[in-house]
């Protein structure tokens, strides 16, 4: 089998959620001589980039992305420590803490991102639904994460916010993270105007914005 038709195929097996196929296109990629940061950024993030269009166009639903991002993270423990023992650089993670900001107990919006977020390479840490600010914040310095989420389906939640990026700015560490907003009733110009760096309509476009601002800040 070709290189091309290895990373076709590995493609293929995160667009079909078929955790079998990628293990063994991954091990016939390694077996092949194929670089494993080439596996993962033509092959994995190739079919992981097709199944975001799919889900965003309602080609496919939530459970065929929980399953690519399953088969994309058994191919990953594959191909990742081999990337590293061959001298080079794993596939770089940000790192994202998320939660449903206090006083709002809906989270199936978020989950969603949390997952999505997953499935594109960011290590998550979800704090779950009705989270203080100050513990919002606290996880992320422990961890030292890149980014900050917040979601909201309640416009008296909506105040936690603009609370969060105040306490980053009091605490002298807005500097250090990406803070993103959204929910139901927050709007990209209300976003904006708390000093936010991202909003995401959904899940698809949170991702997105994600991504984008990671690798311009990271330049990754």
Do not use: C
Not at 51 to 74: T, W
Not at 145 to 162: F, H, K, Q, R, V
């Amino acid at each position: 089998m070709s290189e091309l038709m290895i990373l076709e195929e590995l493609a293929n097996a995160v667009i079909n959620g078929d955790d079998g196929k990628a293990l063994e296109n991954s091990k016939k990629a390694i077996a092949s001589g194929i670089d494993p940061l080439r596996a993962i950024n033509e092959g994995l993030m190739r079919g992981m980039a097709k199944v975001g269009e799919d889900f965003s166009n309602l080609k496919i639903y939530l459970p065929e992305v929980m399953m690519a991002a399953e088969a994309m993270k058994a191919a990953l423990n594959i191909l990742e420590p081999e990337a590293v023992k061959r001298g080079g650089a794993a596939l770089k993670k940000g790192k994202v803490v998320i939660a449903t900001i206090s006083g709002d107990i809906h989270d199936i919006g978020k989950n969603i991102v949390a997952m999505l977020l997953r499935a594109n390479g960011f290590e998550v840490y979800d704090l779950g639904r009705d989270v203080a600010v100050d513990a919002l914040i606290n996880k992320a310095e422990e961890v030292g994460a890149d980014i900050i989420g917040a979601s909201t389906l309640l416009s008296t939640s909506m105040p936690y916010m603009e609370d969060m990026v105040a306490m980053l700015k009091e605490r002298g560490v807005r500097q250090k993270y990406i803070v993103l907003v959204g929910g139901g009733p927050v709007t990209r110009e209300w976003a904006e105007s708390i000093g936010a760096d991202g909003y995401g309509d959904d899940g698809d476009e949170a991702v997105r914005v994600a991504k984008e601002l990671y690798h311009k800040v990271k330049g990754q």
